[in-house]
């Protein structure tokens, strides 16, 4: 027999969804202390919502949890940042390729993109650019793989708003959305996921260059 999910009570998930929003827009840096008697004040409730909350963004890898520092917002290095994004690499790529044999229309991500372009702060675009990956993936037949990609989804987003904090890629990064965009909707499935593949590999090499082989010799 199948388990119902138990849903998340309006609360804990009204302080699930700020607090996430204020990490993935880097309004809450890797390494910041989440005090809960402190963000229950700022939501205006009590610090069981609060707890709760904290416990389920562990869950998706976004904060941390130490008995003896305390809830923490997880912090990005270059060994985090390649195993989540070998994850999409291997995944994302070939969901697309899906998607477009399907049939899909592809609006959400168009639109999407849209968005992205007319945004007026990073917190909107890097919302948008989300959303915009998130259309390519969820049509492409298999809800398996497309909640697969989804429980990697927010660890991304917290590397690329560490990478663009450091170094902004806005505009380059818009411009392989728009080609890889063109290429799913002429139907070139093979060639929207090759430009996929390339796009997510040359952002986290740009973003976390691998180390030379004399560099690790030193």
Not at 167 to 186: K, N, T, V, Y
């Amino acid at each position: 027999m199948t388990s119902v999910p138990t849903p998340i009570p309006s609360r804990t998930q009204f302080v699930l969804e700020a607090v996430k929003h204020r990490i993935l827009t880097g309004q809450l840096a890797p390494g910041q202390a989440l005090v809960e008697v402190e963000l229950a004040a700022q939501y205006g409730v009590s610090k069981t919502p609060v707890r709760e909350a904290l416990k389920t963004l562990a869950g998706t890898g976004l904060v941390v949890m130490n008995q003896y520092k305390g809830v923490t917002v997880r912090m990005v290095d270059a060994d985090m940042a390649r195993e989540v994004y070998d994850v999409r690499l291997l995944l994302e790529p070939e969901a697309l390729r899906r998607t477009v044999h399907s049939g899909a229309t592809l609006d959400a991500a168009r639109e999407a993109l849209e968005r992205a372009d007319s945004a007026t702060d990073t917190a909107e675009r890097s919302l948008a650019n989300r959303e915009f990956h998130r259309a390519l993936y969820v049509p492409c037949g298999n809800p398996l793989l497309a909640r697969m990609l989804d429980e990697v989804r927010d660890q991304a987003a917290l590397v690329s708003a560490v990478a663009w904090a450091a170094d902004p890629s806005w505009e380059l990064e818009a411009g392989e959305h728009r080609e890889i965009l063109r290429r799913a909707l002429a139907g070139d499935a093979d060639g929207a996921s090759l430009a996929l593949h390339a796009h997510i590999a040359s952002f986290v090499e740009r973003a976390f260059p691998a180390p030379h082989r004399e560099d690790m010799s030193i």
